[in-house]
Nanobody, 115 residues
Framework: QVQLVESGGGLVQPGGSLRLSCAAS????????MGWYRQAPGKQRAMVAQ???????NYAESVKDRFTISRDDAKNTLYLQIDKLKSDDTAVYYC?????????WGQGTQVTVSS
């Protein structure tokens, strides 16, 4: 099994920045890609960024100029740097980790963009 714990969310003014973290533990060697998703009120959960074990990265078109996904393998931690925050970025952000048989999710971290 894999456990994921997100952190770093909060209340931020428009134009600000945040860095979200996702600490992974457990059977991390079974993971072949990890990613960040978000779910805004009244909307479906949607992918914003993914990174494979090999380091290939994919972004949702709507965020590719402002979001940066990265990882620190020594710390088993995935990051999402969010710059130039907009009100539309308000959502619960979830980390996920996919193995060949199952996908794991963290509990989510709330990001609220408001003045």
């Amino acid at each position: 099994q894999v456990q994921l714990v997100e952190s770093g969310g909060g209340l931020v003014q428009p134009g600000g920045s945040l860095r979200l973290s996702c600490a992974a533990s457990g059977d991390i060697f079974s993971i072949y890609h990890m990613g960040w998703y978000r779910q805004a009120p009244g909307k479906q959960r949607a992918m914003v960024a993914q990174i494979t074990r090999a380091g290939d990265i994919n972004y949702a078109e709507s965020v590719k100029d402002r979001f940066t996904i990265s990882r620190d393998d020594a710390k088993n931690t995935l990051y999402l740097q969010i710059d130039k925050l907009k009100s539309d970025d308000t959502a619960v952000y979830y980390c996920n980790a996919a193995t060949f048989t199952i996908t794991y999710w963290g509990q989510g971290t709330q990001v609220t963009v408001s003045s």
